[in-house]
């Protein structure tokens, strides 16, 4: 299983990104996806998350700014970022768990998701 992630970069506060990542391998679509983030110092945290039926979760720090999508023909998911903020600097993952679903409380915590991208830079500059 691979996720590839794309779209970080920089950009001032109050601007916007779009970060995209695409799954292969995966046995079948029936996967939560979500985007987690981690800065410097800290630990990895939930941002968004969409489970099989398209239920998003988001984090309250991000709700009413970023939007989370899933293309299941495609295997990705989408995260629209807007209004960001200088706090908003970190690497930004993908990842997967099979069967996790949003009514879950841990559906936002990093621990469950077995499958990673990389990671994709966001700097947001004041």
């Known amino acids: 299983v691979q996720l590839m992630e794309s779209g970080g970069g920089s950009v001032q506060a109050g601007g916007s990104l779009r970060l995209s990542c695409v799954a292969s391998?995966?046995?079948?679509?029936?996967?939560?996806m979500g985007w987690f983030r981690e800065a410097p110092g800290k630990e990895r945290e939930g941002v968004a998350t969409?489970?099989?039926?398209?239920?998003?979760s988001y984090a309250d720090s991000v709700k009413g700014r970023f939007a989370i999508s899933r293309d299941n023909r495609k295997y990705s998911i989408a995260l629209q970022m807007h209004r960001l903020a200088v706090e908003g600097t970190a690497t930004y993952y993908c990842?997967?768990?099979?069967?996790?679903?949003?009514?879950?409380?841990?559906?936002?915590?990093?621990?469950?998701?077995?499958?990673w991208g990389q990671g994709t830079q966001v700097t947001v500059s004041s």
């Open positions: 391998g995966l046995p079948h679509r029936r996967y939560s």
């Open positions: 969409i489970d099989a039926d398209g239920i998003t």
């Open positions: 990842g997967a768990n099979p069967g996790l679903k949003a009514f879950n409380l841990r559906i936002l915590r990093p621990g469950p998701y077995g499958y």
